[in-house]
């Protein structure tokens, strides 16, 4: 009996034992699926922990690179500093400058005030020297072209005061030079009317000499009267050359150029006169220096006497 108690009582333990052994399967089982979740949980962990020390790595690279850029910027902003202020120093140094500048300009332009008031001043004189010098030119007629000249450094001069006064200086040397040439001119005018007088007194004592005294033998009187100048339009020239009555022989006259005829006339008998005549080749238009030569014929109608007179050939 005792015996079988204890086996019931075995049994009972046993059966509690299983029971208690299934709970623990059970618990055991729910046990491993937590920790295989733990597992899984502790691998993403990991993963993630090992992303993290990536990133931090990444960070701390990257914080490493804005330190020395924060560094090397904190020395440009001092380098930058550095020149502002000397930068501020030299803009203070132009203000300086610039005043003193302005200063320098009211000066400049307080005398440019009195540089264009004595400009005008010297062409109010340079105006009046070339009204002097348009009277000398009136009197001297080859002073013409100079008075032009005069006319045009004149209005070139306008701009500058310092040239106004060398061109006053030149025009008053030309005034004094045209006077010098005006008075030599006089005194040659005063000498060729002496010497006309003293070719009229000739002449007088020739026509007396021609009527009272016929030429001799082989002796030739010459007598004509010519203008300087000869006016040419196309080939017809104007011209008044007269063989006068008091002439005791013929003549014939010829215009040469460049030692060239370019007319000769037929022989002109004392008292004929040419006033227009055809020459032998058209010129163009401008002023020739010729020479007017007249040749004395014998009664043999042989040449006796050759004058050459410079004349002025005007072509339109």
């Known amino acids: 009996?005792?015996?079988?108690?204890?086996?019931?009582?075995?049994?009972?333990?046993?059966?509690?034992?299983?029971?208690?052994?299934?709970?623990?399967?059970?618990?055991?089982?729910?046990?491993?699926?937590n920790a295989a979740g733990l597992?899984?949980?502790?691998?993403?962990?990991?993963?993630n922990a090992a992303d993290l020390q990536a990133q931090l790595a990444a960070s701390e690279e990257s914080a490493a690179g804005l330190q020395t850029k924060l560094t090397a910027s904190e020395e440009s902003a001092a380098g930058l500093q550095t020149k502002l202020d000397a930068s501020e120093e030299n803009v203070a140094g132009l203000q300086s400058k610039l005043t003193a500048s302005e200063e320098?300009?009211?000066?400049?332009?307080?005398?440019?005030?009195?540089?264009?008031?004595?400009?005008?001043?010297?062409?109010?004189?340079?105006?009046?020297?070339?009204?002097?010098?348009?009277?000398?030119?009136?009197?001297?007629?080859?002073?013409?072209?100079?008075?032009?000249?005069?006319?045009?450094?004149l209005d070139a001069s306008e701009a500058n005061a310092a040239d106004l006064q060398v061109q006053l200086t030149a025009a008053t040397d030309k005034a004094a030079e045209l006077q010098t040439q005006l008075t030599a001119a006089q005194e040659r005018i005063s000498g060729l009317e002496d010497t006309l007088k003293a070719t009229e007194a000739a002449l007088a004592t020739a026509q007396a000499y021609r009527v009272d005294h016929a030429p001799d033998e082989g002796e030739a009187h010459l007598a004509t009267r010519m203008s300087a100048d000869i006016d040419v339009e196309g080939t017809t020239a104007t011209w008044q050359y007269t063989n006068s009555n008091i002439s005791g022989n013929a003549t014939v006259l010829s215009i040469e150029l460049d030692g060239e005829a370019i007319y000769t006339s037929e022989p002109l008998q004392p008292g004929e006169v040419v006033e227009t005549f055809e020459l032998e080749k058209e010129l163009p238009a401008g002023s020739y220096?010729?020479?007017?030569?007249?040749?004395?014929?014998?009664e043999d109608g042989e040449p006796q006497l050759v004058s050459r007179v410079p004349v002025t050939i005007a072509v339109k």
Do not use: P
Request: aromatic fraction near 0%.
């Open 39 to 47: 597992q899984t949980r502790l691998d993403a962990s990991e993963a």
């Open 289 to 298: 220096e010729a020479l007017a030569v007249t040749t004395i014929m014998g």
């Open 104 to 153: 320098s300009a009211a000066g400049l332009q307080t005398k440019l005030d009195a540089s264009e008031a004595n400009a005008a001043d010297l062409q109010t004189k340079l105006a009046a020297s070339e009204e002097n010098a348009a009277g000398l030119q009136t009197k001297l007629d080859a002073s013409e072209e100079n008075a032009a000249g005069l006319q045009t450094k």
């Open 1 to 33: 009996d005792a015996s079988e108690a204890n086996a019931a009582d075995l049994q009972t333990k046993l059966a509690a034992s299983e029971e208690n052994a299934a709970g623990l399967q059970t618990r055991l089982t729910a046990s491993e699926e």
